[in-house]
């Protein structure tokens, strides 16, 4: 689901620049990536995102691709030229990654599966491009935060199947990508790291 005007603002206001930065900053002290490892950022917005991780991880190359083809040609004109070998924008699906199976090192979703109504389904397309011991970086808001009495009235956001906490371990768990480590606020959201640890949904 592409984000409208209000959702826009906020992903590109300073504040989420901050928010991202820090969250981060959390994410490189528990799990650190290899040498020459190739990540994605799912929902990549306009770009700071895949910069900041550009920063934070140095891998050897980072796919950053975005549903809506106005936020990633924002990426294109935020992220300056000495990143064109080192990132690679496109628009693209979470639904149908363009990626083998196991052919990626890591993915980074910041605030993404909310917005996705089968969100599962993206949780399952995930895990099959990460390598065995893959790692998943995710940051995600609960309903309570997006759809109370306020937001959801200028927040744009699929109503039915939601998740919550233990939702959104366990469909992590069912495809292979149990929590490792979080940072949780029950009623806010999560921050996480989570571990491939089957190959095509097997030990």
């Given amino acids: 689901m ?19 930065r820090l969250e981060l900053r959390w994410m490189k002290r528990t799990q650190s990536l290899a040498e020459g490892a190739k990540v994605l950022e799912v929902g990549c917005g306009r770009g700071v995102g ?11 190359l980072l796919h ?19 990143y064109e070998e080192r990132i690679s924008l496109s628009v693209g699906d979470v639904f149908r990654l363009p990626f083998k199976d196991n052919a990626l090192d890591a993915v980074f979703g910041f605030g993404v599966l909310h ?8 949780v399952r397309e995930i895990a099959r491009v990460l390598k065995l011991g893959g790692l998943y970086f995710i940051e ?26 233990q939702d959104l371990k366990t469909a992590l768990k ?4 149990p929590l490792d480590n979080a940072l949780e606020l029950k009623k806010v959201g999560i921050l996480g790291v989570a571990i491939k640890n089957k190959v095509n ?3």
């Fill in 64 to 82: 950053a691709l975005d549903l809506d083809v106005r936020m990633v040609l924002k990426a294109k004109a935020h992220l300056s030229r000495r």
């Fill in 2 to 20: 592409k984000l409208n005007w209000a959702e826009r603002w906020v992903v590109n206001s300073p504040t989420q620049v901050l928010k991202q």
């Fill in 50 to 60: 895949a910069r900041l991780i550009n920063e934070s991880f140095r891998p050897s």
């Fill in 174 to 177: 069912s495809v292979g990508l």
């Fill in 140 to 165: 995600e808001l609960y309903p309570t935060l997006y759809q109370n009495f306020l937001t959801k009235h200028i927040l744009l956001h699929p109503r039915k199947d939601r998740f919550i906490s």
């Fill in 201 to 203: 949904g097997r030990r």
């Fill in 115 to 122: 917005h996705v109504p089968d969100w599962r389904g993206a």
